[in-house]
């Protein structure tokens, strides 16, 4: 990885700082405190991997104070002959914040915006930010550094960096597999033992099953011959049965012929009452056919008194209609009249003023002059049509007489008489249809209640034979045998029956009980031979396990890695340390215990006497701490081609002496070959002035120098 371009909006001190690092193998970045050194070179894991390495909280809460919009940290790196851009935008509205993450691999999107697919690109690309600090990031906080970590983390580290997370999922899957193997064994055991229990008392069940079979033969032979004795007591029954059905069929008639004889005879009451209501109308036949006469010479008198009614009530309708037109018209001759009389007094009352007016040419300018002058040429046409209408008001007088009309309540009455006598006359004659049918009806019944006598007399005689017929196969009923014998038999056939169907039942039971007791020991003598394969693929999968696990290959890959790592750290520190310190990475502890740990401990030594690290001066831990880890960047780099080429640090020169700074600048320009980007901030100028590019930075502005 070689950064290119560094660009930071609103985030820290930078409102809005872009860098870029076109042919600067090494460069020293300076400026007064608070002018955003260190956050300058941080900003890139906090760019990949979402927090700054010295300060507390996420990249979010590195938002400039009081600021809202859009920050972001933008960077351009190259990696195997790929060019790469990483941006991770930030928007802060009030109390809210939302963020979106993006990878672009020569200009195509790779991830995002999603933040997790983002920064799991990153993981793949980078590795993760435990690699990151530990290999080629130098914070002035040693954040990141395995000196400060505990030794089962620095083997954690340095296991990430040999890539050994494969033969951990290896490992964990072998595990897996083996636990599942084992727990199947444990399984067919327990099916096996199951087995074994199915099959136990298989000699029981067969001597079981013998008897019920030898049981079975003796009910069939019971079946058989109590079927032979209920078939003979069947068949004694049966003729008893037809005789009954016999007589059931004779009863049935006898019955049917009774019911036929009820109903006849009530049929002839029934004629009878008709018959005598019927003669009762013929009787009367006389006085009905003399009130029809009368009916008809009422109704034709009754006729003319009406049409003589409705001519005298027309008369008195015209002369009412007469003598009403009369009085309307004179009603309206007489408001004729009147009206007429007061427009001919109002045109007198306005001429009036003519006699009152002078003769003078200024008044007859007057509209009340003009108007009497026109009233006055009026009066003689009004008074002439009130003339007309007095006249017809007379003529009208004359002709107006007092209305008479001729008296219908005699006739009315007379017909009120006609009326009472004509609906006596029709209560007489109603009957008359009746005594129609009566005569013609009356005959008929006499020759039809002889027949209907003759029929009853007939049907009388033929139940009283059926009835003998019945009586004679009820005596041949009684000569069967007694129901209770058969139906004893047939219980009895009954529960031979059930008998043998429950033995039935039971050798069918013990039948498949004793085939399921021969398929378990089968079943459980080819799950035990089954076993023995699982049980191997289990100690396979254990073995694979151990081999990949963390005292299998990754422990023999970190001792095979261990000594090229320890040759690059003292190669370094015979640099700038005159050989007199060197380093030693041991992978496995001795406890007091006498057993022994995994770890990665980090031995110093000088002048052979080893010593923690904390036991050195300041300037020499620094010393250390830098060729250490320089030392795993170096190595990292050459293990990844040029996987991770760009060495950050920070504060790199400071607690050294003038000695130790020169050794420590021309190990850094000694470094140009292992890296393609080194960017170093330290506050010793005399330390960055020996550096071939520096960027200066202050609280404005940002400008290059090389």
């Not at 351009?76 to 914040?97: H, I, L, P, V």
């Not at 691999?105 to 991830?111: N, P, R, S, W, Y």
Request: aromatic content about 4%.
């Amino acid at each position: 990885m070689r950064i290119d371009k560094i660009a930071i909006k609103h985030i820290c001190c930078h409102a809005d700082t872009a860098v870029k690092f076109d042919g600067m193998p090494i460069v020293a970045i300076v400026g007064p405190n608070g002018s955003g050194k260190t956050s300058l070179i941080e900003s890139v894991p906090a760019c990949f991997y979402g927090a700054f390495p010295t300060r507390p909280g996420s990249v979010y809460d590195r938002i400039q104070t009081g600021y809202e919009g859009e920050a972001e940290i933008d960077i351009e790196f190259e990696m195997n002959d790929k060019s790469y851009r990483a941006r991770r935008s930030m928007r802060r509205t009030g109390k809210t914040t939302s963020s979106e993450c993006k990878l672009w691999e020569d200009g195509q999107l790779k991830a995002g915006p999603k933040i997790g697919d983002f920064e799991q690109a990153i993981i793949n690309l980078l590795g993760t930010q435990d690699v990151f600090l530990a290999s080629i990031y130098s914070s002035q906080k040693s954040t990141g550094d395995l000196c400060d970590a505990r030794p089962g983390e620095r083997k954690a580290v340095f296991a990430q960096l040999l890539g050994l997370s494969k033969y951990d999922r290896l490992s964990a899957a072998a595990k897996d597999k083996a636990r599942e193997l084992e727990n199947g064994v444990q399984a067919q055991e327990l099916v096996i033992q199951g087995l074994r229990e199915r099959a136990g008392g298989r000699l029981q069940a067969e001597e079981e099953y013998q008897r019920a079979l030898h049981q079975k033969d003796d009910d069939d032979r019971n079946l058989a011959a109590q079927r032979v004795k209920v078939a003979d007591l069947e068949a004694k029954i049966k003729a008893g049965e037809i005789a009954l059905e016999k007589w059931r069929q004779l009863d049935g008639q006898v019955n049917k012929l009774d019911e036929e004889i009820r109903r006849m005879e009530s049929e002839v009451e029934t004629d009878r009452a008709e018959y005598k209501r019927l003669k009762e109308i013929v009787d009367r036949a006389p006085e009905i056919e003399e009130a029809e006469a009368h009916l008809k010479v009422m109704t034709e008198e009754r006729d003319g008194w009406q049409l003589e009614l409705q001519r005298i009530e027309n008369e008195n309708h015209e002369n009412r209609l007469a003598h009403e037109k009369t009085l309307n018209e004179h009603r309206l001759a007489k408001a004729d009249a009147e009206e007429k009389d007061r427009e001919w007094n109002r045109l007198q009352g306005q001429a009036a003023l003519l006699k009152k007016t002078p003769e003078q040419e200024c008044c007859r300018g007057c509209s009340l002059v003009a108007e009497a002058v026109r009233a006055k040429d009026k009066i003689q046409s009004a008074e002439a049509a009130l003339q007309i209408a007095s006249t017809k008001v007379m003529e009208l007088n004359q002709k107006i007489k007092p209305l008479e009309l001729q008296d219908t309540a005699p006739i009315k009455n007379k017909l009120m008489d006609y009326i009472a006598v004509i609906d006596k006359l029709k209560t007489l004659t109603a009957d008359l249809p009746k005594l129609r049918e009566a005569q013609g009806r009356l005959s008929a019944m006499i020759e039809a209640g002889k027949a209907k006598n003759e029929t009853i007399k007939a049907k009388k005689e033929e139940r009283d034979q059926l009835d003998e017929k019945a009586d004679e196969a009820m005596k041949d009923c009684h000569k069967g045998i007694d129901e209770c014998v058969i139906e004893q038999a047939r219980i009895d056939q009954r529960s031979i029956e059930f008998r043998l169907s429950s033995l039935i039942s039971q050798i069918g039971a013990l039948k498949e009980r004793i085939a399921g007791m021969e398929q378990a020991e089968k079943d459980a003598a080819t799950a035990k031979a089954g076993i023995a394969g699982i049980k191997q693929e289990a100690e396979d999968c254990r073995a694979i396990e151990n081999a990949f696990g963390k005292n299998g290959i990754p422990q023999l890959l970190i001792e095979e890695a261990r000594p090229e790592l320890e040759d690059i750290v003292n190669g370094l520190l015979l640099e700038c340390a005159d050989g007199l310190m060197s380093v030693k990475f041991t992978t496995v502890r001795e406890l007091k215990s006498g057993e022994s740990s995994e770890s990665l401990d980090i031995i110093i030594s000088r002048n052979g006497q080893e010593m923690e690290i904390g036991s050195f001066s300041g300037g020499e831990q620094k010393i250390l701490r830098t060729a250490i880890r320089l030392a795993i960047a170096i190595w990292q780099a050459r293990k990844g081609g040029s996987r991770l080429r760009t060495l950050f640090l920070d504060e790199i020169g400071d607690a050294l002496d003038g000695e130790n700074q020169e050794k420590m600048i021309k190990l850094l320009i000694g470094l140009q070959n292992q890296f393609d980007r080194i960017l170093i901030i330290s506050h010793s100028d005399s330390l960055l002035d020996e550096l071939p590019a520096r960027i200066n930075l202050d609280k404005h502005s940002i400008e290059d120098i090389k």
